[in-house]
């Protein structure tokens, strides 16, 4: 059963746009939502991340935002850069720690 | 070293054999995960270990996998029998402990990639 969505499955987006990625999710106990950068041939790579009593999180050119009503909680890459160019993971954990992963969002930033 | 280490990065079997993959955690950190993930798929928690303590399993962790952190500090995860469903990157994190301020960032290994034929 997979307990967190992520949509959509790849996007293609120019440099210089904005890059959108949503998740949902069902657990109401989960309390910690990061995001992860996955390049191929590496593991995945802490992005940032927020806590459900925040509903937006901004670290340089990436923002979470995150509805605790809906369950939902998106990650935005402004001006996107060919570098970005990478697999992305939401992830939520409850306690125990740990992570249960979306399946991923293959992010390609046209020059 | 400043990162989780795995070894070996890649590894070919045929099926029916048994593998062994290792994973270093970063230095001090006493919480140790291992996940496994198939190809266009995130990963998915297998078992995690506080010091040598193993205080969760999955219910994909099959009889045919075990994991042991004897010492608290490296850990093994082996497959016996193996399978050609278990084909996969193996995948391994380390946190810090509980209370500290960066408790609950997983710092991943590069994984091990089992092909098994």
């Known amino acids: 059963q997979q307990q967190v969505k992520q949509s959509p499955q790849s996007l293609i987006v120019q440099k210089g746009g904005i890059s959108i990625i949503n998740c949902a999710y069902e657990?109401?106990?989960?309390?910690?939502f990061p995001w992860y950068q996955q390049f191929p041939g590496k593991g995945p790579a802490l992005l940032i991340a927020i806590r459900p009593d925040v509903s937006e999180k901004k670290e340089g050119r990436f923002t979470i935002s995150f509805n605790k009503s809906a369950k939902q909680f998106s990650l935005h890459i402004m001006d996107s850069q060919p570098g970005d160019s990478a697999t992305y993971f939401c992830a939520a954990k409850a306690a125990g720690n740990k992570l249960t992963f979306g399946g991923g969002t293959r992010v390609l930033v046209k020059p | 070293d400043t990162g989780v280490s795995q070894d070996p990065r890649h590894k070919i079997t045929k099926r029916g054999q048994n593998v062994t993959f290792r994973c270093d955690p970063i230095?001090?950190?006493?919480?140790l995960y291992w996940y496994r993930q198939t190809l266009g798929q995130g990963p998915e928690f297998l078992t995690y270990?506080?010091?040598?303590?193993?205080?969760?399993k999955s219910r994909l962790l099959s009889d045919r996998f075990s994991a042991e952190r004897p010492k608290g500090s490296f850990s093994t995860l082996e497959i016996q029998r193996t399978e050609q469903g278990d084909s996969a990157m193996y995948l391994c994190?380390?946190?810090?402990?509980?209370?500290?301020?960066?408790?609950?960032?997983?710092?991943f290994g590069a994984g091990t990639r089992l092909s098994v034929l």
């Open positions: 270990f506080q010091n040598e303590a193993q205080l969760e």
């Open positions: 657990n109401t106990a989960f309390d910690y």
């Open positions: 994190a380390s946190s810090s402990k509980p209370g500290s301020f960066s408790k609950n960032i997983q710092y």
């Open positions: 230095s001090e950190h006493n919480r």
